[in-house]
């Protein structure tokens, strides 16, 4: 079938959602859909960064991409919106397409284009409710009443809700709010999947970024790496980290971590690092590749968790699939990913509990041995090879649903 999936944030974005976006698109094309992704244009800056030209440049992506004129977001540097007057420019894009099913997979301009042209032509289309806007928006507009952006939050997402013939949500627990917000309607659960392009090992590029990243940070040889991924962002509750590495390194002095990944907020969390006394044992990389991680799980000891505003939990799983064992605090995504103690040990919100899990996980080499079996096992529950099957079915019930409508 054709499918345009419309969304706000893709690629050179870095969030959740544009690597859902991307990694269903990838794999619905390679089972023989015909796929189009309607998203934002960014600037000619942003647009330069490696990972766009080398890894992602629309030319060589398996599928069409649709780039539309875009406006800078005044409370998010990173983030940008549809300029409101190419409405023409998407209906006419999506009239040559022809798309059978459109999939939404966010709530700002891009995707209320995409409900707004379904109406207009009668065609069925998907929601998957990515992010919590409710518990989201705060970090962004500091300078409204947090209870008012709450309800923003929420109306902005029951606009879809409301209007889509299948929701799907990444996590039970998203499911739920969908209930909690007054929709009464069948919830598909259906997590982004983790590519197999992301667990290919390669020796000669494994020695090569093992050897670059101890050039760069000499310090870190010879130590336990506790492990980070994901965006720098204030979200993340990244500075518990910290407190939990100083009760590890009292104990295990040869200890670091590495914290993987760019965003607004490294800055100011290498500044606290310093300002901490760390700047010996905390290790900042910037952006890395997503085909390159495998090597960071497989060079590190632990895989350290602190977000309790994760919807997903995605890079929890992944660094399972890589035989990573985990710990983590367990709210949000986390619980849904992990479901207890399995791949490691899923915590309360207390860096004496979590440096503790850790510190048995690195003097227990018998338990560290069996987390880890037990981490690659969990983990692939999220190969996107399995999941997809499952989109594909979410999109023949949306359409019968609206052949049925279309029909009366």
């Not at 299948?166 to 998203?174: D, E, F, L, M, W």
């Not at 999947?193 to 090992?201: A, E, N, R, V």
């Not at 800055?267 to 690092?273: F, K, N, R, V």
Request: proline content about 4%.
């Amino acid at each position: 079938m054709k499918v345009a999936l419309f969304t706000d944030a893709y690629f050179p974005r870095i969030n959740g959602v544009s690597v859902s976006v991307h990694s269903y698109a990838e794999e619905l094309s390679r089972l023989g859909h015909t796929v189009c992704i309607v998203c934002l244009e960014y600037t000619e800056e942003q647009q330069k960064s490696s990972f766009f030209d080398e890894k992602s440049n629309d030319r060589k992506a398996p599928f069409k991409i649709i780039r539309i004129p875009s406006a800078a977001f005044a409370f998010s540097k990173e983030d940008r919106m549809v300029r409101l007057d190419k409405w023409r420019t998407i209906k006419k894009s999506m009239d040559e397409f022809k798309p059978d099913i459109v999939h939404i997979n966010s709530e700002w301009t891009i995707g209320y284009f995409g409900a707004i042209y379904c109406r207009h032509r009668h065609l069925p289309f998907v929601f998957t409710f990515h992010t919590l806007w409710e518990d989201y928006l705060a970090n962004y507009i500091t300078f409204m009443p947090e209870r008012g952006l709450r309800k923003i939050g929420m109306e902005v997402v029951r606009f879809y809700l409301k209007r889509a013939d299948v929701i799907i949500a990444p996590t039970k627990r998203i499911a739920q709010v969908v209930s909690r917000y007054g929709i009464t309607r069948k919830v598909h659960i259906l997590p982004t999947g983790i590519p197999g392009s992301k667990l290919i090992f390669n020796p000669a590029q494994a020695e090569f970024v093992s050897r670059t990243i101890y050039e760069k940070f000499p310090l870190l040889k010879g130590k336990k790496i506790l492990l980070f991924v994901g965006r720098i962002v204030k979200e993340k509750n990244l500075p518990f980290l910290f407190d939990v590495l100083k009760k590890i390194r009292a104990v295990l002095p040869d200890t670091a971590l590495l914290m993987v990944g760019g965003g607004p907020y490294l800055e100011e969390l290498q500044e606290l690092s310093a300002r901490s006394g760390l700047s010996d044992s905390v290790f900042f990389t910037g952006y890395i590749e997503g085909n390159d991680l495998i090597y960071f799980y497989k060079i590190s000891s632990v895989f350290t968790f602190p977000s309790k505003t994760e919807t997903q939990g995605l890079v929890t799983a992944e660094a399972m699939l890589c035989g990573l064992p985990v710990v983590a605090i367990g709210e949000m995504g986390t619980i849904d990913v992990m479901q207890g103690d399995n791949g490691g040990f899923m915590v309360r919100d207390d860096a004496d509990e979590f440096a503790g899990k850790v510190i048995m996980l690195l003097t227990d080499s018998a338990l560290h041995e069996q987390k880890a079996q037990e981490a690659a096992e969990w983990g692939s529950k999220w190969k996107i090879s399995s999941l997809t099957p499952k989109l594909i079915s979410c999109y023949e019930e949306a359409r019968e649903i609206s052949r049925k409508r279309e029909s009366k």
